[in-house]
């Protein structure tokens, strides 16, 4: 296949952030946008993981040029409440703290904390995170730096996410990055399409227009409809239903009562009675909404479940009538069988989307446009495709999906069971059966303790997010060293001298507390920091 003209259908965040990675690194093919001005656009997608450094760089981006324009925030963590049922918070934040285990700890592996929570006393779920990262202070505190001085060990810029306007960006890369760079823009609805004897599209025509838009590739960015990829090419969609049950959601934004307080640089998931609450701080207003199986709540009691969760957290601006501009969103969790099939892409919401626990929406959207960048560069940029090329594309995008698996393993590892809703996913023999068997998570869900190696050994195959799963098992309380197996390994005295090395800890936590609070205490909180730095001042 040669690629010379490229048409997106479909704008909003993954169109034009599609069009942008095109007009940065393929410059030479004809891109084309077509998107309808009758088709809302959906902009709950507001957080992000480190891993949107690497395609700001793809576009050669600053912060400094669009945080402003789309209200951004900055994100250091994912915090979890309640997945315990006892009204527990912990910390996954972002970084590599492999390394920093290794040379700063006392400990020299992860799984010796395992071995710590089951030998010593009164060791909390929380203290993992505190001990494996070294910016769980800044976080608690509600402060921010970008640790030029690299006081806070193992922590740099990359370790940075943000929270933003998905909408707005979308906005902001239309008007101030594609079209000046010379991507076309059409408003029009799509209607139908031509295809030739093989199956590919030729070329697509818009409501109330004769005109015929050809193309050599068509990257179906309409969303949860794909109108190529699914209602026109017949790809399957595999879905993650049996095991992520969460099929509904509510969203709606709240203003501040204090941006000091409030502004925090975590993204946070308190669970419910039927599934989950996120809450996401952006410069002008707070994002928060209510993910639910709507085989547990019907759609009136999710709201008013979700009314008493903004007076207990939000009281000035919940009241007891229903919620005003409410945007109520089906959920489909799955991905297509061929993202990637004959001259049609999916990207976004089109290809594939797992759920808004641990905020894999855009990551899933820009890791797919970077994959296409990737195949057009090795493939003469564009002018060679083979289908070598494009199996490889959809491969590459099924195994991003495994992130699935590490959301299906939140559920998995909570220990709430107060509701219907978690008394099924605890126990429902049907449903425990389903998430073991799913995307290879037999390894990961022993009923079973087991020997302290077994935590590396396992991780070691897994294609996860292993400083995440290992964040999520200590959280959640659950703990795969079994008592029985180290005591069955170590002698009596050798047994003393593993707790006696476990408990050093204790002195390390209070030490580092002390210098890190030090620092803590002179830098600015997140909004002095972005009022500053990115908005000018602004309030």
């Given at each position: 296949?040669?690629?010379?003209?490229?048409?997106?259908?479909?704008?909003?965040?993954?169109g034009?952030?599609?069009?942008?990675?095109?007009?940065?690194?393929?410059?030479?093919?004809?891109?084309?946008?077509?998107?309808?001005?009758?088709?809302?656009?959906?902009?709950?997608?507001?957080?992000?993981?480190?891993e949107?450094?690497?395609?700001?760089?793809?576009?050669?981006?600053?912060?400094?040029?669009?945080?402003?324009?789309?209200?951004?925030?900055?994100?250091?963590?994912?915090?979890?409440?309640?997945w315990?049922?006892?009204?527990?918070?912990?910390?996954?934040?972002?970084?590599?703290?492999?390394?920093?285990?290794?040379?700063?700890?006392?400990?020299?592996?992860?799984?010796h904390?395992?071995?710590?929570?089951?030998?010593?006393?009164?060791?909390?779920?929380?203290?993992?995170?505190?001990?494996?990262?070294?910016?769980?202070?800044?976080?608690?505190?509600?402060?921010?730096?970008?640790?030029?001085?690299?006081?806070?060990?193992?922590?740099?810029?990359?370790?940075?996410?943000?929270?933003?306007?998905?909408?707005?960006?979308?906005?902001?890369?239309?008007?101030?990055?594609?079209?000046?760079?010379?991507?076309?823009?059409?408003?029009?609805?799509?209607?139908?399409?031509?295809?030739?004897?093989q199956?590919?599209?030729?070329?697509?025509?818009?409501?109330?227009?004769?005109?015929?838009?050809?193309?050599?590739?068509?990257?179906?960015?309409?969303?949860?409809?794909?109108?190529?990829?699914?209602?026109?090419?017949?790809v399957?969609?595999?879905?993650?239903?049996?095991?992520?049950i969460?099929?509904?959601?509510?969203?709606?934004?709240?203003?501040?009562?204090?941006?000091?307080?409030?502004?925090?640089?975590?993204?946070?998931?308190?669970?419910?009675n039927?599934?989950?609450?996120?809450?996401?701080?952006?410069?002008?207003?707070?994002?928060?909404?209510y993910v639910?199986?709507?085989?547990f709540?019907?759609?009136?009691?999710?709201?008013?479940?979700?009314?008493?969760?903004?007076?207990?957290?939000?009281?000035?601006y919940?009241?007891?009538?229903?919620?005003k501009?409410?945007?109520?969103?089906?959920?489909?969790?799955?991905?297509?069988?061929?993202?990637?099939?004959?001259?049609?892409i999916?990207?976004?919401?089109?290809?594939?989307?797992?759920e808004?626990?641990?905020?894999?929406g855009?990551?899933?959207?820009?890791?797919t446009?970077q994959?296409i960048?990737?195949?057009?560069?090795?493939?003469?940029?564009?002018?060679?495709?083979?289908?070598?090329?494009?199996?490889?594309?959809?491969?590459?995008?099924?195994?991003?999906?495994?992130?699935?698996?590490?959301?299906a393993?939140?559920?998995?590892?909570?220990?709430?069971?107060?509701t219907?809703?978690?008394?099924?996913?605890?126990?429902?023999?049907?449903?425990?059966?389903n998430?073991?068997?799913?995307?290879?998570?037999?390894?990961?869900?022993?009923?079973?303790?087991?020997?302290?190696?077994?935590?590396?050994d396992?991780?070691?195959?897994?294609?996860?997010?292993?400083?995440?799963?290992?964040?999520?098992?200590?959280?959640?309380?659950?703990?795969?060293?079994?008592?029985?197996?180290?005591?069955?390994?170590?002698?009596?005295?050798?047994?003393?001298?593993?707790?006696?090395y476990?408990?050093?800890?204790?002195?390390?936590?209070?030490?580092?507390?002390?210098?890190?609070?030090?620092?803590?205490?002179?830098?600015?909180?997140?909004?002095?920091?972005?009022?500053?730095?990115?908005?000018?001042?602004?309030?």
């Open positions: 296949m040669q690629i010379n003209k490229i048409i997106i259908l479909g704008g909003g965040s993954a034009w952030m599609t069009a942008a990675a095109l007009a940065s690194k393929m410059s030479h093919i004809d891109t084309t946008l077509i998107e309808s001005s009758d088709i809302p656009t959906i902009g709950v997608g507001e957080s992000t993981l480190g949107i450094n690497a395609f700001l760089r793809l576009l050669d981006l600053d912060e400094k040029e669009w945080m402003a324009a789309c209200h951004a925030t900055y994100k250091m963590s994912i915090d979890f409440t309640n315990d049922g006892k009204e527990t918070r912990f910390h996954y934040p972002f970084g590599n703290h492999e390394k920093y285990v290794d040379e700063i700890t006392p400990l020299k592996d992860r799984s904390w395992f071995q710590r929570k089951m030998l010593c006393d009164d060791v909390p779920n929380t203290e993992y995170a505190e001990l494996l990262f070294d910016t769980i202070e800044i976080i608690d505190n509600n402060k921010f730096t970008k640790n030029k001085d690299k006081f806070f060990k193992n922590f740099t810029e990359n370790d940075i996410a943000y929270h933003f306007d998905a909408t707005l960006f979308g906005e902001w890369l239309k008007n101030e990055y594609c079209k000046p760079k010379g991507v076309n823009h059409i408003v029009g609805t799509y209607v139908e399409s031509h295809l030739n004897e199956g590919y599209i030729e070329y697509i025509k818009l409501k109330d227009s004769d005109k015929k838009y050809y193309a050599d590739l068509f990257i179906d960015c309409t969303g949860f409809n794909g109108l190529l990829i699914k209602k026109l090419m017949k399957k969609r595999d879905s993650f239903s049996d095991v992520l969460n099929d509904r959601a509510l969203a709606t934004t709240i203003p501040y009562t204090d941006k000091n307080l409030e502004m925090e640089a975590t993204t946070n998931a308190t669970t419910m039927a599934g989950w609450c996120w809450n996401i701080p952006l410069y002008n207003r707070i994002g928060t909404g639910y199986s709507s085989q709540l019907t759609e009136d009691e999710a709201e008013l479940e979700f009314r008493e969760y903004l007076l207990k957290h939000r009281k000035p919940a009241n007891k009538q229903p919620l501009n409410i945007l109520k969103l089906n959920i489909d969790s799955g991905i297509m069988e061929e993202p990637w099939y004959k001259n049609v999916a990207v976004g919401l089109s290809c594939g989307f797992v808004p626990l641990e905020s894999t855009l990551l899933l959207t820009h890791k446009i994959k960048i990737s195949i057009l560069s090795v493939s003469e940029n564009g002018k060679n495709v083979t289908k070598y090329r494009t199996d490889s594309f959809n491969n590459w995008v099924h195994k991003d999906i495994t992130l699935a698996s590490f959301i393993m939140h559920y998995a590892f909570a220990s709430r069971e107060d219907d809703y978690w008394k099924y996913i605890k126990h429902d023999s049907k449903y425990k059966s998430i073991i068997q799913f995307n290879g998570l037999t390894n990961l869900l022993h009923e079973m303790v087991v020997p302290a190696h077994w935590l590396q396992s991780l070691n195959h897994y294609f996860g997010p292993k400083e995440g799963i290992s964040c999520i098992m200590a959280g959640m309380g659950y703990n795969p060293v079994g008592l029985v197996d180290i005591e069955d390994f170590y002698s009596k005295t050798a047994l003393q001298q593993l707790k006696d476990l408990n050093i800890i204790d002195s390390f936590l209070y030490e580092k507390r002390l210098r890190n609070m030090e620092k803590v205490n002179t830098l600015p909180t997140h909004y002095e920091y972005l009022k500053e730095n990115i908005y000018n001042g602004e309030e």
